[in-house]
């Protein structure tokens, strides 16, 4: 049998999305998630220690990340931190959901220009 | 920093530890340690930033985090809970339906005969197992509770349905069968074919290691009925003909406990040749088994060209001209002795050759074959012909293999994780027995 299909799985909440994000090429621990996600949003998204924790709960029962065990630098680490990783299943995921963002956007700016071109339109008329 | 920030930094990592308690104790458990200490990392670059104020001000969005999400998840253990004791929440998934009186518990293979069953004059609760331990692991050495973790998640990934509400099935299932001994008898209901006694073994081997007390353990197992010509499965009968069943019922013995339980070890070991062995052994304490077990190691991966018997058996329907999914399926079954593949999981055998690096499948039209996501089957589904691709017709003529040619396996047989771009293990379908390779 297979793995469900990523699709099933969208669309993904902002936290659960942005984690996925923070972890895509390298393992983070959770206040190392929140760092990435505060920088990569250019601090326009803030999360809490509860929303992540809840959504690292939903994300390891679906199997998009995993703990991981090694640390990238012991000496300079803490010991009871935990880190995470994104698996396979979870970057399909991340990639479905990408395209999923990516459609809609084309809609909205198709949608945009279709205004925006009948705006000028009409504004033509009057002139 | 330390010493000017103690004054604001202790306080709060007391007061949030204490507001943890807010949330359910197994979340809290879970989390709670890794919580605080990105609170307190949080409180320590507010710090870093704006001194008192900062952290102050990092308390006003943290309530609000805490409170709602120690609502959602108090909501979401209850769920859980609720899945778990059916006699609370009515809903469909649920394992056990509650009926007059508990002093039988019937167990059984699955929900339709759990439905005819509960027509008869039978009193008793209806346990229905629920698994196609054909399919996916069952890694060795694991509790029931553990197993039903490993299934649900297997399950959950094969899109069957949530995890979360799978393992409540299984949960609720368990916590049912542990209580067996408040019943005054216990009824296991089975037939032949490999699905059931598989189900069958896994239980016998959780008797194995339960005292039985004043519970008597019967066993009904069937692979004939007077009347029905075609006999597949207990499904069939009607509940006169289920109920005429019961009366013939007889103890389980304890020497069909151990040779379930060994048996299902067997199965769950990583090392089949086990199983081949076991299959040497003599089991006609449990007639059906054999045969059954034979089943599965002929779903290993051919040495003749990769594929399991299910797989070459499909190919073998559409290259004699059927060529629509279900009448594929129906076709398929009809070339096994006991018939034990549901649909569901079919599907998955049948999606498998259509997809890959090389398919042996393909839509006649060329555009990728289409599979249902529920017990639907709409005209899309159901009228699409497939055909066997160039690949398909070099494999059904030996000259190609399937794992070969797609870039390795990924599957779980029993307690066997054939994995890599070889199988560990194949059937060589000539000699009859696996060969490692």
Known sequence: MQKSDPETLLPLTPAVFHILLALVGCDRHGYGILQEVNDSTEGTLHLGAGTLYRSIKQMLAKDLIVEWDERPDIELDDQRRRYYRLTDFGERVLKAETERLEHLLRIARARQLSLRSAATNEEGSFS | ?437
């Open chain 2, 1 to 437: 920093m330390t010493t000017h920030s103690g004054h604001i930094l202790a306080p709060s990592k007391r007061l949030y530890r204490w507001l943890l308690r807010a949330y359910p104790p197994e979340f809290r458990q879970q989390y709670g340690p890794q919580m605080t200490q990105v609170f307190l990392d949080c409180c320590r670059t507010a710090y870093q930033a704006s001194g008192t104020r900062g952290v102050l001000r990092l308390w006003i969005p943290t309530l609000g985090d805490l409170i709602s999400n120690a609502i959602a998840e108090h909501v979401s253990t209850l769920i859980l809970k609720l899945r778990k004791y059916p006699s609370l929440l009515n809903t469909q998934g649920i394992a056990v339906f509650q009926k007059r009186g508990d002093s039988m518990l019937h167990i059984t293979n699955g929900d339709t005969v759990g439905e005819t069953l509960r027509q008869t004059s039978l009193p008793g609760n209806i346990l229905v197992w629920r698994d196609v331990l054909h399919e996916g692991p069952t890694p060795a050495h694991l509790s029931l509770e553990q197993m039903s973790q490993v299934r649900a998640q297997f399950l959950a990934n094969c899109a069957l349905g949530p995890y979360e509400t799978i393992l409540a099935d299984f949960l609720s299932r368990d916590t049912t069968l542990a209580q067996f001994l408040i019943h005054r008898e216990v009824i296991l209901w089975f037939e032949h074919d490999l699905y059931d006694q598989l189900q069958l073994i896994q239980i016998l081997d959780w008797l194995s290691h339960q005292k039985l007390g004043a519970t008597s353990v019967n066993l009904i197992c069937i692979d004939t009925f007077p009347g029905i010509a075609n006999f597949v499965g207990l499904g069939q009968l009607n509940p006169s003909q289920l109920r005429s069943l019961y009366e013939k019922r007889r103890p389980v013995t304890k020497k069909e406990i151990e040779l379930g339980s060994e048996a299902w070890q067997t199965f769950c070991s990583p090392d089949p040749k086990k199983l081949e062995t076991f299959l040497h052994k003599d089991t006609s304490a449990l007639p059906f088994l054999k045969a059954a077990l034979l089943r599965h190691l002929e779903q290993f991966p051919a040495l003749q060209g990769g594929l399991s018997r299910t797989e070459r058996q499909i190919l073998e329907v559409v290259a004699s001209g059927i060529q629509k999914p279900v009448e594929i399926f129906q076709a398929t079954q009809k070339k096994e002795e006991s018939p034990f593949m549901g649909d569901a999981s079919f599907w998955f055998y049948l999606s498998r050759l259509c997809t890959g690096t090389n398919p042996f499948l393909t839509r006649v039209d060329g555009s990728p074959v289409s599979f249902p996501t529920s017990n639907f089957y709409d005209a899309t589904f159901q009228e699409q012909v497939i055909v066997l691709s160039k690949e398909g017709q070099q494999a059904r003529s030996g000259q190609t293999d399937w794992i070969r040619i797609n870039r390795g396996i990924d599957r779980w047989l029993g307690g066997v994780h054939l994995q890599g771009p070889e199988a560990a293990w194949r059937w060589d379908i000539q000699q009859a027995t696996l060969v490692q390779i």
